[in-house]
């Protein structure tokens, strides 16, 4: 599965974005998706994911109820939502799929960069 992130950009801090990112290869197969980041100098840290049918959703503690994770299968598409964003937002957001019953996640995709200014 090879696995193509955009969306990313400037914005000032109570803004919003919406980050896609567009699964292509072998996507018949049940993915969770999920979305990380990294800020600078920082450890990846795990941002949110959906399970393959959408019915079910996890958060990082501290962008739950401003990010929502949607996807879209028959695009192969999982999009980040982002609203009320602050400048601890900033960092590069990935995102990464992995078999439903598979505990790490296998596939990565490049990574696109989230600046929020205050």
């Known amino acids: 599965v090879q696995l193509q992130a955009s969306g990313g950009g400037l914005v000032q801090a109570g803004g919003s974005l919406r980050l896609s990112c567009a699964a292509s290869g072998r996507t018949s197969s049940n993915y969770v998706m999920g979305w990380f980041r990294q800020a600078p100098g920082k450890e990846r840290e795990f941002v949110a994911a959906?399970?393959?049918?959408?019915?079910?959703?996890v958060y990082l503690v501290s962008v739950k109820g401003r990010f929502t994770i949607s996807r879209d299968n028959a695009k192969n598409t999982v999009y980040l939502q982002m609203n009320s964003l602050k400048p601890e937002d900033t960092a590069v957001y990935y995102c990464?799929?992995?078999?439903?019953?598979?505990?790490?996640?296998?596939?990565w995709g490049q990574g696109t960069l989230v600046t929020v200014s205050s």
């Open positions: 990464a799929a992995r078999g439903d019953h598979e505990p790490e996640y296998n596939y």
């Open positions: 959906i399970s393959w049918s959408g019915s079910s959703t």
